[in-house]
């Protein structure tokens, strides 16, 4: 029984096999003709589309199948490595200019506190203040402790409120101008003790 189960099962898959290889063939054609249709409908596309920009850029990823067109040369590639090499000529010329730095108002009030050649009496600090504007008071009419410490009737104030300091008349430290004559950290050509003499 076993051996006509085996014949009728053979026979079957033989019966499959012819019937998938019919059907495997006529696949293929209906494959075939359904690939000419689409370059067919691909090609119709790209005549009435515009140049694709990817493509110009050389990063289409659709290649034969995109919509747009391809014409022209893909060489932008080149400009984008000039661009890229002309903004690091900036960037490096633009550190090249950079100002150097300028000395903070902490250092100004430590030098005019300890240093016996300033006289501290001569010296003015213009700050802004919250409600007038920018103010000016004597050096030593400010408290240089810590503010939390002081009290309320005590002025004292935030140091990077202070903009400019004077000695006598004149500004000897500015940070919206840049000027440090105090230390010469932007270049000053001329020390406090040379300014002092004229």
């Known amino acids: 029984m076993e051996g006509v189960n085996q014949l009728i099962g053979n026979c079957f898959?033989?019966?499959?096999?012819?019937?998938?290889?019919?059907?495997?063939?006529e696949k293929e054609d209906d494959d075939e003709v359904?690939?000419?249709?689409?370059?067919?409908?691909?090609?119709?596309?790209?005549t009435n589309s515009e140049v694709c920009k990817f493509y110009l850029e050389?990063?289409?990823r659709f290649g034969d199948q995109c919509r747009n067109r391809h014409e022209g040369d893909p060489d932008t590639v080149d400009k984008k490595d000039s661009m890229k090499s002309k903004a690091i000529k900036n960037e490096q010329e633009?550190?090249?200019?950079?100002k150097p730095p300028m000395k903070a108002a902490a250092d100004v009030i430590k030098r005019i506190q300890w240093d016996q050649m300033l006289?501290?009496?001569y010296f003015v600090i213009g700050y802004l203040?919250?409600?007038?504007?920018?103010?000016e008071e004597n050096f030593t009419t400010f408290s240089w402790?810590?503010?939390a410490s002081v009290d309320y009737d005590v002025l004292a104030i935030p140091q990077h409120r202070i903009q400019y300091f004077k000695y006598k008349t004149e500004k000897v430290w500015d940070k919206t101008e840049r000027k440090d004559v105090m230390f010469g950290s932007t270049?000053?050509?001329v020390g406090i003790m040379e300014f002092m003499e004229e």
């Open 187 to 189: 270049g000053s050509k």
């Open 94 to 98: 633009r550190k090249s200019e950079k």
């Open 13 to 25: 898959k033989t019966e499959k096999s012819e019937e998938s290889e019919e059907e495997k063939m």
């Open 34 to 46: 359904s690939a000419e249709t689409a370059t067919e409908a691909v090609e119709e596309t790209q």
């Open 129 to 135: 203040d919250r409600f007038l504007g920018v103010v």
């Open 119 to 121: 006289p501290k009496e």
């Open 145 to 147: 402790e810590n503010l």
């Open 58 to 60: 050389n990063k289409c």
